[in-house]
């Protein structure tokens, strides 16, 4: 049989055939004398289009061309829905492909870009699916990793909840814990930190979630942060535990950071050879598996003992080894401490001049990054001590309220009560002793707090 012996009303309804042939015909913008060509009359399309009589095959190839569509276009009775969900299966395959390069470009840190491709593919795929989800995931990580960590911890906030609600997301939810709670870290909003990885844990463990190196993460932040707060006590503990968590599951990359831990608490309790044991154990530690930031880190911390125990020369050589790894490894930030570290040893033996070169490289450092507002508050007290020490009370009293302004909004109770102390003696030594008394009071249940770098002016 021929396609021109083909009965077309047993396919479909000649009306059907005219609607199609004419909602073509408009969305080209042609006439009806346009399609009829040489070969037809306006009159014959006109009864087409109105279904009054039945086109040949022959007519309808002859259409096509003109109308650029498919024979089908006009038999198939499901080819628009056919159309549309290829259109869909289409937009769907470029959609995964823009998925599938994110991903790429994301291991290769080109985040911005990748969050583009993102921003278009949550925008165009169905919220159900669970790339959908991978990809939202995706996109907070990418705000953190360009330190946008304000507009992460609202998508944080907003979709928390939909991982929490479903068992095969609790893995994602359990890595923002641990991602958002250090992103409120860098916005040293350390309080909300700590709830937030907090949370993390309890997660974890009330699932059973197959997270442990994320857990022994998750156990060693908390530690530091409850330093941070002050609870040294408590921040011991969680060092412990991580430690022995650590040993239980071969988490061995973290024991160094555990002895540095203990050894730490122990400093800020005032047991300096337990402080200085744990931290040359950690020491050891991590030059075995060659973890160089950590040993810097380490050799910084024996500084800050020693200087509490008034051995400067051997403070100066653990900031000095501290600062030679971290150039080697073009960690300009640390270098800023150990700067301000040697700076503050310099104030300490009276060498004024020496101090504020040293203080004032740190602050320039820090400058060009726009976090680390506690130790910038820390530095420019540092540099009002040692304007103060030399008597030119304005410009210590510039430097402090410099200080002040870095830590307005952030949680920095400690440093707030170093810096209130340093202006109370200040005011005083000039005489404005209401003012002094201010500052006096709002430090005054801060008088046990201990700091590496508190050192301020006894009267």
């Not at 030059?287 to 100066?316: H, P, R, S, W």
């Not at 301000?340 to 060498?351: F, W």
């Not at 450092?365 to 008597?391: H, K, T």
Request: aromatic content about 12%.
């Amino acid at each position: 049989m021929n396609m021109e012996d083909i009965d077309l009303n047993m396919i479909i309804d000649s009306k059907e055939i005219g609607r199609r042939i004419r909602k073509r015909r408009r969305e080209l913008r042609l006439r009806q004398r346009d399609i009829a060509g040489n070969e037809f009359t306006v009159g014959y399309i006109s009864q087409l289009e109105v279904g009054n009589i039945y086109p040949s095959v022959k007519a309808l190839t002859y259409l096509g061309k003109v109308l650029e569509v498919p024979l089908s276009y006009f038999l198939d009775p499901e080819y628009e829905e056919k159309k549309d969900l290829l259109e869909k299966i289409k937009k769907l395959d470029n959609s995964y492909v823009q998925f599938l390069e994110a991903e790429r470009l994301i291991r290769n840190g080109a985040y911005n870009e990748a969050k583009n491709l993102l921003e278009r593919f949550l925008d165009e795929f169905d919220p159900n699916d669970p790339r959908y989800i991978k990809a939202k995931f995706l996109m907070i990580c990418c705000y953190i990793e360009t330190e946008n960590y304000k507009l992460a911890a609202e998508w944080f906030d907003d979709f928390i909840g939909t991982l929490l609600s479903d068992d095969n997301n609790l893995k994602y939810a359990a890595w923002l814990y641990y991602k958002i709670g250090i992103s409120y870290w860098m916005m040293e909003r350390h309080l909300k930190a700590l709830r937030t990885l907090e949370k993390g844990v309890d997660l974890i463990d009330k699932n059973n979630l197959d997270l442990h190196d994320l857990k022994g993460k998750m156990l060693l932040n908390i530690a530091n942060l409850l330093i941070k707060v002050n609870n040294y006590v408590k921040a011991r503990d969680y060092f412990m535990m991580c430690m022995n968590y650590s040993k239980d599951h071969g988490l061995v990359k973290y024991i160094g950071s555990c002895y540095h831990g203990i050894g730490f608490t122990s400093y800020y309790l005032n047991e300096y050879k337990d402080a200085i044991k744990n931290i040359r154990r950690a020491i050891f530690v991590n030059n075995i598996f060659g973890l160089k930031e950590e040993v810097a880190k380490e050799y910084n911390y024996l500084g800050y003992i020693y200087i509490d125990m008034k051995q400067y020369d051997f403070a100066l050589k653990n900031f000095e080894k501290s600062m030679e790894i971290y150039k080697e490894l073009n960690k300009m930030v640390y270098v800023s401490f150990n700067l301000t570290e040697i700076g503050r040893i310099q104030y300490l033996q009276g060498n004024y001049n020496q101090a504020l070169k040293y203080l004032e490289r740190a602050d320039k450092l820090l400058s060009e990054n726009p976090n680390f507002l506690e130790e910038r508050c820390r530095i420019n007290r540092l540099i009002g001590d040692v304007y103060a020490a030399q008597q030119e009370y304005v410009k210590a009293e510039d430097s402090y309220k410099r200080a002040e302004s870095f830590i307005a909004n952030i949680d920095a109770e400690k440093e707030k009560a170093a810096l209130g102390e340093a202006l109370g003696n200040l005011y005083y030594r000039m005489g404005r002793v209401e003012e002094a008394l201010d500052y006096f009071s709002s430090t005054k249940n801060e008088d046990n707090v201990k700091s590496p770098l508190r050192d301020s002016i006894n009267l």
